[in-house]
């Protein structure tokens, strides 16, 4: 199992795939409760012409629980990010990132801006709704009252806003991404729970725009689900009034956060990944 040891001693699980090509490898970081799942359904897209790096951030999939939920922070899972880097030998690295993803790759242009190529935003800016942080704090943390993963892909098909015409395959898939079954019955968060207390204890992420400034010469792109309650389109105007340069997708049908097999999607990380 691919795997490596943090500064302070944490075991985390990554996926190192792809044919490599000439550009860097393109490093993908998932949601704040998610994993390295988040990828599956881009990744046949990507791993024929490029190195794809997928990994787990601490407490989430398939890495160690923190012993101290107050390290599940974004400055703390950045220095993670350029631990694995220093781990595979790596000096660049382009970030496709998602939500949380994409706030560390945003950091990363303030700590360590040479290791960055390129960053991919998926439905994530320099300013997060409070809207859509509300909907995060209502559910992250809490066991999921499903009874089995049929149960709860119908609860994400109820209850993911904004999202039209998704197959009831696809609510399965997400389902098993997102919960697994325990033993004794019902279902268990594929995250460590006190993820919770580290989003309440969080500060404001009202005003992220010296990081965002600070991607001054990083080739970018956004991609923003048309429906998201996270990233709203006053923001992405204000993202393009300040590169007018960034590739930009806005996916319909589609609320926080696209899939990233759609057409639109597919289409911007095509001329992103040409532009790294």
């Not at 968060?189 to 400034?213: G, K, N, V």
Request: hydrophobic share 40%.
């Amino acid at each position: 199992m691919p795997e490596f040891r943090t500064s302070d001693n944490l075991r985390l699980w990554y996926e190192d795939q792809g044919a490599g090509g000439d550009g860097p490898p393109i490093l993908c970081l998932a949601g704040l409760t998610r994993n390295s799942t988040d990828f599956d359904y881009v990744l046949p897209y990507l791993v024929d012409a490029h190195r794809v790096i997928r990994l787990d951030y601490r407490g989430r999939g398939r890495s160690q629980r923190a012993p101290d939920w107050q390290t599940y922070d974004v400055p703390t899972e950045a220095r993670d990010v350029l631990e694995l880097l220093d781990h595979l030998k790596l000096d660049r690295v382009a970030v496709l990132g998602t939500s949380r993803g994409g706030l560390i790759g945003m950091s990363l242009a303030v700590m360590a801006k040479p290791r960055l190529a390129g960053l991919c935003l998926v439905d994530i800016g320099p300013e997060v709704a409070e809207a859509g942080l509300d909907v995060i704090r209502d559910y992250v943390g809490r066991d999921p009252v499903a009874a089995d993963l049929d149960e709860a892909a119908l609860g994400l098909a109820t209850a993911m806003a904004g999202f039209a015409d998704v197959p009831a395959s696809r609510w399965r898939e997400e389902a098993e991404r997102r919960y697994r079954p325990r033993p004794e019955g019902g279902l268990a968060l594929t995250y460590d729970a006190r993820l919770r207390d580290a989003l309440l204890a969080a500060p404001s992420m009202s005003d992220l725009w010296p990081l965002f400034d600070a991607l001054d010469g990083v080739p970018l792109a956004c991609i923003r689900g048309e429906n998201s309650d996270l990233l709203s389109s006053a923001t992405l105007a204000e993202m393009v009034r300040r590169r007018p340069d960034m590739i930009v997708a806005e996916v319909p049908g589609r609320g926080h956060v696209p899939f990233l097999d759609e057409p639109e999607a597919l289409e911007a990380l095509n001329e992103w990944t040409m532009s790294i």
